[in-house]
């Protein structure tokens, strides 16, 4: 099986930056892609960015181009998404997620992932 543990989350003001951690270990090398969801009270889980572990395909939602950027080290078996200008609309919890089937992109769906993390909070104030 694959752990992911999450980190990074936190309080914060609004137009500062957080950088979110998660840490895969276990069967890591049959991780196809992993990506970062959030979540609200009363709206469905949102794929924010993703990304396939050799970096080839990435996705980033509408609300996150230009703000947030995910990256991996291979070698550390972690990615992370680093969050800049954070608006209090980001604020939810946070979920790591891996996929180890997909061979073509990277899953857009929360269905389409195997295994996930037990989330992070992030909450930014006005």
């Known amino acids: 099986q694959v752990q992911l543990v999450e980190s990074g989350g936190g309080l914060v003001q609004a137009g500062d930056s957080l950088r979110l951690s998660c840490a895969a270990s276990?069967?890591?090398?049959?991780?196809?892609?992993l990506g970062w969801f959030r979540q609200v009270p009363g709206k469905a889980r949102e794929l924010v960015v993703a990304i396939s572990w050799s970096g080839s395909s990435t996705y980033y939602a509408e609300d996150a181009k230009g703000r947030f950027t995910i990256s991996r080290d291979n070698a550390k078996n972690t990615v992370y998404l680093q969050m800049n200008g954070l608006k209090p609309k980001d604020t939810a919890v946070y979920y790591c997620?891996?996929?180890?089937?997909?061979?073509?992109?990277?899953?857009?769906?929360?269905?389409?992932?195997?295994?996930w993390g037990q989330g992070t909070q992030v909450t930014v104030s006005s």
């Open positions: 276990g069967r890591t090398l049959s991780i196809y892609a």
């Open positions: 997620a891996a996929d180890t089937n997909r061979q073509i992109g990277v899953p857009l769906v929360g269905s389409e992932y195997d295994y």
